[in-house]
């Protein structure tokens, strides 16, 4: 007899996928797992690079201080752009990780100097008076990445005197007021005294180098709604004027800037003043302060010896009447 066959039973099982809410789940945690490593990653990326730049200043602090042992107590003097053109010779150079920035003064009493090492986004800096490798710059340097910069007008918030500073023409008047400042205690106060020629404005003439670009910004602050901007001169001989944009709001502090390549070397003229083609009323005024005239196209936030964030004047026993230097943060 033949045996039956039977077919073995298929069961039945309840089987079903992720839903979409467990899915989601899945991929948050992951994305959370993912977003801490990450964070914990920088984070170890940034105290490695903070040491290495508080290691490198310290270091350097002690190489100069074994050179002045040497050397009667002074310094290494400064040279070069960043001021390390001699530290080479007693081992201080910048590489590819990490740069320095060296200021040092043999003429006072006590001799000064001051390094500032930087790598990537952290700075560290020692001097003759900071004994201790200490996060930030020395005066004057670049900040954590952020390259120093010149403010090339002397006396740029008036707070001498008016010096430097001239009418436009015959139709304005200029005069240091304290009656309205946007930095220190004063500003420039430019009035229109007859239409005869219809501008209103105040000039500076500063040096500059065909070729190179140049950027000019300040503050107008306008009593008369009659617009006031801001222009420089691409030649010596002040034919030709690129204007920058126009202020028009009445009451209140506006800032101006306009990027201009003179075509010649020598003097070019820098202006605050009522727009080409204007014809300023009688009396119509505005004050002009915090100028702002340094290499390149960046316009920068204002700063001058005086006004702290690491700025320094680059001759400190004549403030206001030098150049200033330091981080130009925009």
């Given at each position: 007899m033949w045996a039956t066959l039977q077919s073995p039973k298929i069961l039945n099982e309840n089987r079903r996928g992720f839903t979409i809410v467990e899915l989601l789940i899945v991929v948050v945690v992951i994305a959370i797992l993912a977003a801490i490593t990450i964070v914990s990653y920088n984070g170890i990326q940034n105290r490695?690079?903070?040491?290495?730049?508080?290691?490198?200043?310290?270091?350097a602090n002690k190489k100069i201080?074994?050179?002045a042992l040497d050397n009667a107590d002074s310094y290494p003097e400064a040279s070069g752009t960043s001021g390390i053109d001699n530290l080479s010779a007693i081992g201080i150079t910048n590489t590819s990780g990490t740069s320095y920035q060296y200021s040092a003064n043999n003429s006072l009493n006590p001799k000064t100097?001051?390094?500032?090492?930087?790598?990537?986004?952290?700075?560290y800096y020692q001097s003759s008076v900071v004994a201790k490798s200490t996060a930030g710059s020395c005066p004057g340097h670049g900040l954590n990445g952020v390259a120093s910069i010149t403010n090339l007008v002397v006396n740029p918030s008036v707070e001498l005197n008016a010096g430097g500073f001239n009418n436009n023409n015959a139709s304005?008047?200029?005069?240091?007021?304290?009656?309205?400042?946007?930095?220190?205690?004063?500003?420039?106060?430019?009035t229109s005294v007859n239409t005869n020629s219809g501008y209103n404005g105040v000039s500076r003439a500063m040096n500059v180098v065909a070729g190179k670009t140049y950027?000019?910004?300040?503050?107008?602050?306008?009593?008369?709604?009659?617009?006031?901007?801001?222009?420089?001169?691409?030649?010596?001989?002040?034919?030709?004027?690129?204007?920058?944009?126009?202020?028009?709001?009445?009451?209140?502090?506006?800032?101006?800037?306009?990027?201009?390549?003179?075509?010649?070397?020598?003097?070019?003229?820098?202006?605050f003043i009522?727009?080409?083609g204007?014809?300023?009323?009688?009396?119509?005024?505005?004050?002009?302060?915090a100028w702002m005239f340094t290499e390149g196209t960046d316009t920068y936030q204002y700063n001058d010896g005086s006004t702290g964030n690491n700025w320094v004047w680059d001759t400190p026993t004549a403030p206001h009447a030098s150049t200033s230097t330091g981080p130009g943060f925009p």
């Open positions: 490695a690079k903070a040491s290495a730049a508080q290691q490198a200043s310290s270091q201080l074994l050179y100097f001051c390094i500032t090492a930087t790598v990537s986004n952290f700075s304005s008047s200029v005069a240091r007021s304290t009656d309205q400042s946007y930095s220190g205690t004063a500003s420039l106060l430019v950027t000019l910004s300040g503050w107008v602050y306008l009593n008369t709604a009659y617009g006031a901007g801001i222009a420089a001169t691409t030649n010596g001989a002040g034919t030709s004027v690129k204007q920058g944009n126009v202020i028009s709001t009445t009451g209140s502090w506006q800032k101006t800037s306009v990027t201009f390549t003179p075509t010649t070397t020598g003097n070019a003229s820098i202006y009522t727009p080409s204007s014809t300023a009323v009688a009396n119509s005024s505005f004050y002009t302060d």
